[in-house]
C-alpha cells in the first residue's frame, strides 16, 4: 500500500479476499436488488436476492445478475444450478415494503425449501417461463436465460447470468397518469455496503436534465476566478458550465441593474460576496443570471 | 398488453423501444454509476458515465459496464471505441459533490475533448494503466479490460465491458476508525428512471442485518392470524420470521405481566390492539417480545 497525504493506493493482490470484497461492495453502489425465482428439473422453486445485477441491454432486452461462489466454502447456489438445469428466470423488483421479508429470503435453507412460504411471499404462475413471480413486487420480469459465463473457479467468482426479458409485469399503482412507471411511487431498494440498504424515496431523489441535446460551455469556458473561487462548489460550477453560452452584454447590463447587485456594486467590491449572491441564484434555478452576474 | 384488475402484462416485443427502455430504466434502480475514464491509441483521453454498471466478481474481481450502441442511429461511443483500442480502463466512483460536473461530462462532445476539461475534474496519472483517474472521486479502480462482449449490433445493443481491478484508490476521508469504506460519509449517488437520481445518505440510508449465520423460522411458522393481520406489514413479517426460534412459555408469561399488555389483556380482548402493540415493539426493535405478545 503507497499512501500520499490523503490517498491510500492498494493492490487488490496485497489484502486479503475479504478486505477487498468490502472495498468493492462499499465503493460500488447503491446496487439494484434482482429478486430471482427458478425451478429444478422438478419443478422445485427458489427464491433469492442478488445485488450483483443490473440492466445492460434495451435492445435486446437483457439483464445480468451474478450467484457468486461462496466466499467460505467454493460452493454454488441454488440458483446458479437452477439456471443451468431449467434456463428460465423471474426478476422480480423489490421496494421498501418487501424488504424486510426479501432479507428473510436470504437465508441459506437447504435444498427444495422454497423461500416464498419462509418468507411470506405470494407465488403468482408467470405467462411464459416455469419459475412463478412475486405477487407483491412493484414490477417483474419473466426472463429466458440466453447464457451463462463463470468468472473463474475459485471462492468468490462471479457467475453472469445472462436474462433476456419476454414478459414485463407493471402493477397499476405504480404508473403515473401518462402510464409510466412512477419513481417516487415505487420506492425501490438498493444495496450498499456491509448492512446497509438505500431507499429511493423522498429527499433521496433529486433530478438532474440530461445534457443529450444542448452542448455545455464547458467548466473550461468560465473564468479562472470562478474555477478557483472558495464560494462556488463542484456542483455550481457544473450547472454553469452545463449551460448552452456565455451571456450577452444586454444580460449582463440588465444583472447590474439588479437591486441586490446594485447595493455590492456601491459597496466595496467583493469577490466572494459576489460568488455568494450567484450561488444563491443558482440553488433558486437562475442559472443563467448567475453566470451574467460572475460576468460583470 | 393483458390486464387484470390491477396488472399490465407486457410482451416487450409489442411495445416500442421507447417505452421498452422507460420500463427498463425505471424498474432496474438505483443503479451505481461507473464515471469511466478511457485513452485511444493517441493518448487522448474520454470521461463519461454509464449506469448499465455493478460489481460481479471478487475473485477475480471484475466489475461490468455497457457502454451500449445508440438508440437514435446505432453509433458507438467513443469509450467502446477506446477499450477496443486500449485495453484499461479507470472506474472512478461518483458521490454527490460531483454529480452536476459528472452529468455535464455526459454531453456527446466531438470526439478527442478532453471531458475532464469541460467537467472542471482534475486528471491524475495512474499508478497501472494509461487512462488517468479523477482527482475528485472518493474511489477510483483501475482496470485492465479482460474482454468485450457484444450483445447485438442494433440501436440500443449493450456492450459489456469486463473490467478488472488492479489497482484502488481510496480517499482516508471516507474511511471510518476501522479503515474500512464509511457508507454515510460516502454519499454516493446513483441513476434512476427518467431524469432522476438516488442520493444515497441520510434518511435514505437504513440497516437489516443479514441473515447468514442465523436462520430464521420462516413467515410460515407464524400463526394464520399473525400472517393475515391487518395491522402487522410485510415488513413486520419479515422481521417476526427472522427470529430463529418461537418463544419459550417463561417468555410469554413474562409479556402476559408486562403493564401495557395487562391492561389490554383487563379490557376486551382484541387482536387489533395486540398486533399494534406488537408493530411499536417491532419498531422498537423489541422483536423477541413482540412474537412473545402475539404468541399470548
Known amino acids: 500500500m503507497s499512501e500520499n497525504n490523503d ?25 439494484p436488488i434482482c429478486f430471482a425465482s427458478t425451478v429444478d428439473k422438478d419443478g422445485n422453486v427458489n427464491l433469492s436476492p442478488f445485488s450483483y ?15 457468486s461462489r461462496r466466499g467460505r466454502d467454493n460452493t454454488t447456489k441454488h440458483t ?9 428466470t423471474v426478476i422480480n423488483i423489490v421496494n421498501y415494503d418487501m424488504v424486510e421479508q426479501m432479507s428473510l429470503s436470504s ?6 425449501v422454497n423461500e416464498f412460504v419462509k418468507a411470506g411471499f405470494t407465488q403468482v404462475p408467470s405467462d411464459k417461463v416455469k419459475p412463478p413471480r412475486v405477487g407483491e413486487a412493484p414490477v417483474a420480469f419473466e426472463c429466458v436465460v440466453d447464457r ?6 475459485g471462492p468468490g467468482a462471479g457467475n453472469l447470468v445472462l436474462a433476456k426479458v419476454v414478459q414485463i409485469h407493471v402493477k397499476k399503482s405504480y ?44 467548466v473550461d469556458m468560465l473564468s479562472e476566478s470562478v474555477r478557483n473561487s472558495s464560494v462556488l462548489t463542484g456542483n ?24 441586490e447587485v446594485k447595493t455590492i456594486l456601491e459597496g466595496t467590491m467583493n469577490s466572494l460576496v459576489i460568488h455568494k449572491l450567484a450561488q444563491k441564484w443558482l440553488e433558486e434555478g437562475k442559472t443563467e443570471d448567475a453566470l451574467a452576474l460572475l460576468h460583470l
Not at 420506492?187 to 444542448?214: H, Q, S
Open 175 to 218: 404508473l403515473d397518469a401518462d402510464g409510466n412507471l412512477d419513481t417516487p411511487k415505487l420506492d425501490l431498494v438498493a444495496r450498499m455496503g456491509g448492512n446497509w440498504y438505500c431507499r429511493a424515496n423522498g429527499d433521496a431523489l433529486f433530478e438532474i436534465p440530461k445534457p443529450i441535446r444542448t452542448k455545455g460551455i464547458g
Open 148 to 153: 451463462v459465463i463463470a468468472l473463474g473457479d
Open 107 to 112: 437465508t441459506e435453507y437447504e435444498e427444495g
Open 7 to 31: 490517498i491510500n493506493s492498494i493492490d487488490p493482490n496485497n489484502i486479503s479476499q475479504q478486505e477487498l470484497h468490502g472495498y468493492l461492495l462499499s465503493a460500488v453502489a447503491p446496487r
Open 236 to 259: 455550481n460550477l457544473g450547472r454553469l458550465g452545463n449551460l448552452e453560452q456565455l451571456p450577452t452584454k444586454e444580460s449582463i447590463s440588465r444583472i447590474a441593474e439588479h437591486h
Open 80 to 88: 446458479l444450478e437452477n439456471v443451468l438445469e431449467v434456463k428460465e
Open 53 to 67: 445485477f443490473n440492466l445492460f441491454s434495451v435492445n435486446p432486452p437483457i439483464m445480468i445478475f451474478s450467484p
